[in-house]
């Protein structure tokens, strides 16, 4: 099953995201490739994830919070 179409049409592509998306909501589709987990000083759990699509890759922060309530997925 190629979701390919799908995810085109509800993404935006890696490679065209720049420094005008600051502050933005984005949304990505992709591949995690590395997920690289670390506490922070206040002892909570936060991740950096390397996602890839086929037009690039990047590097997102997963917030405590957001790891803390979706840690099945990470």
């Known amino acids: 099953m ?7 049409e509800a993404t935006t592509p890696i490679a065209d995201i720049t420094i005008h998306n600051a502050n933005e909501k984005v949304k990505i589709g992709g ?7 670390i506490i922070t000083r206040t002892q909570k759990a936060m991740a950096f994830a390397t996602v890839e699509d086929r ?4 590097e997102v922060l997963v917030f405590a919070k957001l790891l803390e309530t979706s840690q099945n997925l990470w």
């Open 55 to 58: 037009s690039g890759s990047l």
């Open 2 to 8: 190629d979701i390919a179409p799908a995810l085109a």
């Open 31 to 37: 591949i995690i490739t590395t997920i690289k987990k």
